[in-house]
């Protein structure tokens, strides 16, 4: 449903669409799912379409890193969130990133993880669905063409990596389920429900920091009225761009809220006091997966990133229930004392020691000190 401020475009009739498709995404059925229930669409929608088919990681980072696109008027994902996770990123690469960007970008959901694609079908109003309704609801979105901003988030990394993630960052129980779960992708969506059951069952306690810049006076308020008014850069939050020809051309926005890792955060900044952790999980939609309503006041570009963290002594019991309340978006109604939620404009990561996975996207990473 439309938001108060958003603005909206439209695709052009007709309408050329790249579709980067994985053919090994979710339960390998990507590539059939789109030639049964997408394609027909398409075309009477009048959207042609160019299918490329990636063969291996990083194919589709290359591709619209090194590519033209401007033969084509939207780029399509048709994959999990990890291939949308390497194609926002391999757009970044581009000395043209900034123009790039505005290209209007389409998730189909065709993997195990679906969170973009539930969180935009939830925005849009519609019922909670899964699977083919899912995509067909989505692939319905493409058809009629609207288009408007989505948040990015600018993470950096202690060993000097700058990612753009466009859904969540974690650490702890909820990184290990994504992760260790991948064996099961053939099961689809039931590959995370057993994930989840085998990691509570050895349940690990991370130690670390967590920082953060609050979003405003109290959770769920918009963040518009307050903010002076800002360049538009691409819909992502919190960059304020710079004085013209301070940058040089190309360049990526500068990470105006931080400071380099190796100084302390700010002092108008929240420093959690406890440093034993569950999971933290710093998600910017509404949704987690699927079935995981994470985050139920998230905007598609609310500038707000939604930092949720779990407390080391929670029980197995009320972590389960946090879990099947999520299905609903109820979580926060349980007043579980471990569980703590915040909007925050900006956060702060410092693992006390390399354990644990963390993800960006759903995809690993190293662990180490990082910021957003």
Not at 5 to 17: F, Q
Request: hydrophobic fraction near 40%; glycine fraction near 8%; charged fraction near 20%.
């Amino acid at each position: 449903l439309p938001r108060a401020g958003d603005s909206y475009g439209v695709l052009p009739r007709p309408c050329r669409a790249l579709v980067l498709l994985n053919p090994q995404s979710g339960a390998g059925r990507a590539l059939e799912d789109f030639q049964a229930v997408v394609q027909p669409m398409l075309a009477e929608a009048d959207i042609a379409t160019t299918v490329f088919v990636t063969e291996r990681p990083h194919h589709a980072h290359e591709k619209v890193r090194d590519e033209d696109l401007s033969q084509w008027d939207t780029v399509v994902v048709m994959a999990g969130d990890g291939l949308l996770y390497e194609v926002v990123n391999g757009l970044m690469e581009r000395p043209d990133w900034e123009e790039t960007m505005k290209k209007p970008l389409c998730i189909l959901p065709g993997g195990s993880g679906n969170a973009l694609a539930a969180s935009i079908n939830h925005y849009a109003g519609n019922d909670h669905v899964a699977k083919k309704k899912l995509l067909t609801n989505c692939a319905f979105i493409l058809c009629k063409g609207l288009h408007t901003q989505m948040d990015l988030v600018s993470l950096s990394t202690a060993s000097g990596k700058r990612l753009f993630s466009f859904l969540g960052f974690g650490w702890g129980f909820i990184s290990d389920v994504d992760i260790d779960s991948e064996k099961y992708r053939r099961l689809g969506n039931a590959r995370f429900t057993l994930g989840t059951l085998q990691c509570l069952a050895k349940l690990r306690v991370y130690q670390g920091r967590l920082s953060y810049l609050p979003a405003g006076p109290e959770p769920g308020t918009s963040l518009a009225p307050r903010d002076p008014p800002a360049p538009v850069t691409n819909g992502q939050a919190g960059h304020i761009v710079p004085p013209a020809g301070t940058e040089a051309p190309g360049a990526l926005p500068s990470d105006s809220l931080l400071v380099p890792l190796s100084q302390p955060v700010p002092a108008h900044w929240t420093v959690v006091p406890e440093e034993e952790f569950v999971t933290v999980y710093a998600i910017y939609q509404s949704h987690l997966g699927t079935n995981l309503l994470m985050a139920p006041s998230a905007g598609l570009h609310d500038g707000c990133i939604h930092l949720f963290y779990l407390k080391a002594g929670v029980s197995r019991v009320a972590l389960l229930k946090i879990f099947l309340a999520m299905a609903r978006g109820t979580h926060l109604d349980l007043n579980c004392p471990h569980l703590r939620y915040v909007p925050v404009r900006a956060f702060r990561l410092e693992p006390r020691a390399a354990a644990g996975i963390m993800t960006v996207d759903g995809e690993a990473l190293a662990c180490e000190p990082v910021q957003g």
